[in-house]
């Protein structure tokens, strides 16, 4: 499949890099040729120039290109140049953009029309996740795959955890209702095997189904915590989609250091209590009452600060943490640390742009909101290879297993006895680069 991304930015980079992983015939197109060159060491090809420019949309190939992706920092020069590759021939275009109204259904005729075929808002995005997190609270991730039907979810394990200590092969008797797909130890991603033990600290991540959360967050000696009061950190358009997401469900104060932010915050979100000041300041904190309240969530445009706003409000015994980590160097040593969820807008909108390279199926998904593993949902054609023998004899790689998989509707975590057959909606989940190895079986 052939790709082209305009911007070389933060979205633009790390989606080429993982796309360069995946064997795709990719080509970035950025003006600026030291953003370019510190891509020389990937498997794709660099354009230096406009994306708006014909002359450079040309010599990018745009004509022949299977989706061109826009993710420059601006939305009209992300529109114009998907606008310019459609009519070239590019079979389908997605544009990041920063402006919600864009994403009404209303409007949605008029972008098609106009050449755009999907809208990216990370922002968005990022408040959606905030707003399950809020909801799901006792959770690292939590994923909706199989429209619904199966959750894949991440836990940290603290020292009150009932599988600490137990290989996963002892598991047996409880794997019947869920399958431990991944675990994250030390800033590494491990696909485990029976002899694995589990540790304290540890973040597994479970596929299992709606009716067995319950069960999997007693095993984790997790609870559930009733969130009525949020209080923000920072007051970023992040910050306004999810108090505009969530004022009717919980009291929400955002405390924000820019006065004149403040007067425009005051005016979008009349329903929410905003307070001048910084965040960072201990003495505020308490002073806003930081101790009475269920959740905290950093959103500032550091993750530094807010990685510490979240330390500190641990401090204060609130219950729930969010942090906004936008440097993925740190997003590995903050699981690491005691902050709760961490939010990624750069991999949220990787996920979004992977599940549309692979909807040529429409129930085909895939979420990368992980830094080094992917989930991957696919549908199992006939004659593929996953389809010959049970899986404990498919001699799978050391980086992926198949978490679960959906039959006519039916939902079941996935054993060594599981024969996968054609038609099934099956998620697997895999290291980084490991995807191409995984839809070769499933094609």
């Known amino acids: 499949m052939k790709i082209v991304i305009a911007g070389a930015g933060e979205v633009g980079t790390h989606l080429a890099k993982l796309l360069s992983n995946e064997e795709q015939d990719i080509i970035i197109i950025d003006n600026d040729e030291s953003k370019l060159m510190s891509?020389?060491?990937?498997?794709?090809?660099?354009?230096?120039?406009?994306?708006?420019?014909?002359?450079?949309?040309?010599?990018?190939?745009?004509?022949?290109?299977d989706l061109f992706i826009a993710v420059t920092p601006y939305e009209t020069r992300n529109i114009t140049s998907c606008a310019l590759a459609k009519k070239l021939g590019?079979?389908?275009?997605?544009?990041?953009?920063?402006?919600?109204?864009?994403?009404?259904?209303?409007?949605?005729?008029?972008?098609?029309?106009?050449?755009v075929d999907h809208l990216i808002y990370p922002e968005y995005l990022a408040a959606e996740e905030m707003t399950i997190a809020l909801r799901r609270n006792w959770v690292r991730n939590w994923f909706e795959l199989c429209n619904g039907l199966l959750i894949v979810i991440g836990v940290k394990l603290r020292n009150n955890a009932k599988l600490i200590g137990m290989h996963l092969k002892e598991l047996a008797s409880l794997s019947s209702y869920f399958h431990i797909c991944a675990i994250k130890r030390n800033h590494e991603t491990i696909i485990p095997r029976g002899d694995d033990l589990i540790q304290q600290n540890d973040i597994i991540y479970f596929a299992t189904t709606k009716d067995y959360v319950d069960n999997i967050r007693d095993l984790c000696g997790k609870e559930e915590v009733e969130v009525e009061r949020v209080m923000i950190m920072g007051g970023s358009r992040i910050a306004v989609q999810l108090a505009k997401m969530n004022e009717s469900k919980y009291k929400i104060k955002i405390i924000e250091s820019s006065l004149e932010r403040c007067h425009e915050l005051a005016q979008k979100l009349p329903n929410c209590n905003i307070i001048h000041g910084?965040?960072?300041?201990?003495?505020?904190?308490?002073?806003?009452?930081?101790?009475?309240?269920?959740?905290?969530?950093?959103?500032?445009?550091?993750?530094?600060?807010?990685?510490?706003?979240?330390?500190?409000?641990?401090?204060?015994?609130?219950?729930?943490?969010?942090?906004?980590?936008?440097?993925?160097?740190?997003?590995?040593e903050a699981e690491g640390l005691n902050i709760g969820t961490i939010i990624n807008k750069k991999l949220l909108a990787s996920s979004k742009i992977?599940?549309?390279?692979?909807?040529?199926?429409?129930?085909?998904?895939?979420?990368?909101?992980?830094a080094d593993a992917e989930v991957a949902e696919l549908v199992v054609k006939e004659g593929a290879k996953i389809t010959r023998s049970e899986v404990k004899n498919l001699k799978l790689s050391h980086d992926m297993t198949?978490?679960?998989?959906?039959?006519?509707?039916?939902?079941?975590?996935?054993?060594?006895?599981?024969?996968?057959?054609?038609?099934?909606?099956?998620?697997?989940?895999?290291?980084?680069?490991?995807?191409?190895?995984?839809?070769?079986l499933f094609n």
Not at 106 to 112: A, L, M, P, R, S
Not at 279 to 295: F, H, W
């Open 39 to 65: 891509l020389d060491s990937y498997n794709l090809m660099t354009c230096c120039g406009s994306p708006t420019s014909f002359k450079i949309l040309n010599k990018a190939g745009v004509a022949n290109t």
């Open 90 to 115: 590019a079979k389908r275009t997605v544009a990041r953009i920063d402006n919600y109204e864009f994403l009404k259904k209303e409007y949605g005729v008029f972008f098609k029309e106009f050449g």
């Open 278 to 332: 910084d965040g960072r300041d201990m003495d505020i904190l308490q002073d806003e009452g930081i101790q009475e309240y269920d959740a905290f969530i950093a959103l500032t445009d550091s993750s530094e600060t807010n990685i510490l706003g979240c330390l500190t409000a641990k401090e204060f015994h609130v219950k729930k943490t969010i942090a906004e980590v936008e440097t993925i160097q740190f997003i590995s």
């Open 354 to 370: 992977f599940q549309i390279l692979l909807d040529n199926d429409s129930s085909n998904a895939k979420c990368l909101a992980l």
């Open 402 to 440: 198949i978490a679960g998989l959906t039959r006519n509707g039916e939902v079941m975590v996935v054993s060594g006895n599981t024969r996968i057959q054609a038609g099934d909606h099956v998620v697997v989940f895999c290291l980084n680069g490991a995807i191409h190895k995984v839809e070769r």
